[in-house]
């Protein structure tokens, strides 16, 4: 089994920063590797031969009955467990089934003017001070009004939604805070969107609306509806997920340009590249760096045994640079073609909001780059938020005079 000597290098601060140069280690010293808890994989064939293998489950969050009575937390893990994200078939699927309706990429073109709107009304508001801190005032505002539309949930409660969502992004992305500041805070987020949700289903029960949360609360696949749990943990999920990879996605997107000045200059002269630079920023830099599953039976995969119940962690922003599968993969090229990035995952659990999130990405970029075409980094050395598997910074000052 091939012990990893320092397991630790992938949870510290110099792999918040930069985790890229470690990666490229890691897929060429030990490509798979076992830590003493789980499974570890680094090249792109590997993981998406884990993402797309119905012997890996992703219903992994499973503590120990004692442990949540003692604690109180029980609360909190038995609403992550009834998310889509950490449920198997046949439960993902009646969950999935109920909910895609609402994400398909033909229903989600139809918002392209409003997200357009949304985000010109954003940068008309910056465009006045001459600057702009990206992640607060553009990347994190733009999805969440979208998906707050999108549940017919009032918009101008995103700063309580953020505090929410930081709560469970720490919870679900790991951090280097620890677990007795991290569990009450997620729990504490938990327990109030919960309420929350309960009582807007309950008004769309009584007076139906033309939004998803009413698609939800209404909802029937064969006679079979969501339950309360379901219909909570699964309103959180879309909540959360539905602003977190577009804010990263914006986030590392613009930073990535502004490094790479012919890149964004090749972007500004040629707009008709728009949607394939999308795809090459989500390959360069993901905002979903890894996700885990568990082994449902035992099995190889890349040689190694995995024993039933084992753990498997995969790197998606290790694969998404893997030399075997790209050329020049630490090189930001929006011409690449044929990208196929696993920034979105692979298999049954590939991301519902992919088209949202592309959406609002090239939209978002796009228009930065047309209005903007003298923007610079105000701050050569932004900071990273302290998360390890959803990648996004904590700032990001810009220059747009």
Known sequence: MPESPTPPDLWSQEALADPYPIYDRLRAEQPVRWTGGEWQFFRYADVQA???????????????EQWLAETGLAPLFNTHARMMLFSDPPDHTRLRSLVNRAFTPRVVEAYRPRVQQIVDILLDEASTRGEIELISEFAYPLPVTVIAEMLGVPADMHGQFRAWSDGVAAFIGGTTRPEAEVLPAAMKAVVEMAGFFLELAAERRRAPRDDLLTALALAEDGGDRLSEEELVA??????????????NLVGNGMLALLRHP???????????????????LLRYDSPVQATSR??????????QHIEAGQLVTVFIGAANRDPAHYTEP?????????VRHLSFSH????????????LEGQVAIGTL?????RMRLADASPAWRDNFVLRGLEALRLDIS
């Not at 012919?262 to 090459?280: G, K, N, S, V």
């Not at 298999?347 to 592309?358: D, E, K, N, T, V």
């Open 347 to 358: 298999g049954a659990h590939y991301c519902l909001g992919a088209p949202l999130a592309r």
């Open 262 to 280: 012919d890149q964004i200059a090749l972007l500004r002269d040629h707009p008709e590249l728009t949607a394939q630079a999308i795809e090459e």
């Open 50 to 64: 884990v993402l797309r293998d119905p012997r890996l489950g992703a219903d992994r969050i499973q503590p120990d």
């Open 234 to 247: 699964n309103c959180i999920l879309l909540l959360v997920a539905g602003h977190e990879t577009t804010t």
């Open 369 to 373: 780059v047309r209005r903007f075409p």
């Open 330 to 338: 630490a090189r930001l090229d929006l011409t690449r073609g044929d």
């Open 294 to 303: 568990k082994a449902l039976t035992g099995l190889e995969i890349a040689g």
